[in-house]
């Protein structure tokens, strides 16, 4: 099964990505731990950059890290 993503959908899927991380990066913010207060925070974020960039390249994992976090 070696399939190879076209441009567009390399585009579509990068663009999906996007959403879903800044999505759940939104969600995890109030997402309260407790007992640790305000200092200890998690993000979803940096795994769908890194699933970003294994399922699409890293050219395309730059651009959904940089947009996540830019938006």
């Known amino acids: 099964m070696n399939r190879r993503f ?3 959908e390399k585009v579509s899927y990068s663009a999906l990505l996007t959403a879903i991380a800044v999505v759940l990066g939104s969600v995890s913010k109030f997402i309260v ?3 640790f207060g305000s200092f200890l ?3 979803f974020t940096p795994s769908i950059v890194l ?3 294994l ?3 890293p050219v395309y994992g730059a651009i959904v890290g940089a947009l996540a ?3």
């Open 51 to 53: 699933f970003a960039s």
């Open 69 to 71: 976090d830019f938006l």
């Open 33 to 35: 731990i407790p007992h």
């Open 41 to 43: 925070s998690f993000s």
């Open 55 to 57: 399922a699409l390249g």
């Open 6 to 8: 076209t441009e567009i």
